[in-house]
């Protein structure tokens, strides 16, 4: 694990992946012994459903525990405090306008593990993030999905550090 890609992330991003790991290990490790240990009292082991679901919840606990501690070991945090004012980067907050429909558009850049376009955060890797690194208020900014053939050309309106 130690060979994985560098992976670039917010400090928010960090701390969510170390308290997640905390949880994992403590609280949710021992809720899920607890699980094993009240199945085992009902009986045959191999016919015992909810023994297989603990031990299956157990499973992928661990497999998770595992993911975080190489994410946590690889994460570069971006340093806020040398991000350059007005400029996209990660961690900015930026306000976009949809040059063909109008529509205006906010997105926190952050990286590829906190990606959440629901909650309104994008990648620095996607398409979008990837157009949108290194630009300003008042530039136009085109690009291409490539999965999709959605093509855009986005207006930057505002960038801001929260």
């Not at 790991?21 to 012994?33: P, V």
């Not at 946590?72 to 350059?84: G, L, T």
């Not at 558009?105 to 620095?124: F, H, M, Q, Y």
Request: glycine share 10%.
């Amino acid at each position: 694990m130690a060979n994985e890609k560098r992976k670039m992330m917010t400090q928010e991003g960090y701390d969510e992946l170390v308290r997640e790991l905390k949880w994992r290990e403590g609280e949710e490790r021992e809720r899920i012994k607890n699980d094993i240990v009240t199945a085992r009292g009902f009986g045959d082991l191999s016919e015992n459903a909810e023994y297989d679901a603990a031990r299956n919840a157990q499973a992928e606990n661990e497999a998770r525990i595992l993911q975080l501690k190489s994410d946590i070991e690889n994460a570069e945090v971006h340093d806020s405090s040398k991000a350059v004012h007005g400029v996209i980067g990660i961690g900015a907050t930026v306000r976009v306008k949809d040059k063909e429909t109008g529509e205006e558009l906010t997105w926190r850049i952050v990286g590829s593990n906190e990606a959440d376009v629901p909650g309104g955060k994008i990648s620095d890797l996607s398409p979008v993030g990837q157009a949108l690194i290194d630009h300003r208020a008042g530039d136009v900014v085109t690009g291409t999905v490539e999965a999709s053939g959605y093509t855009f050309t986005y207006e930057v309106l505002d960038v801001s550090r929260s």
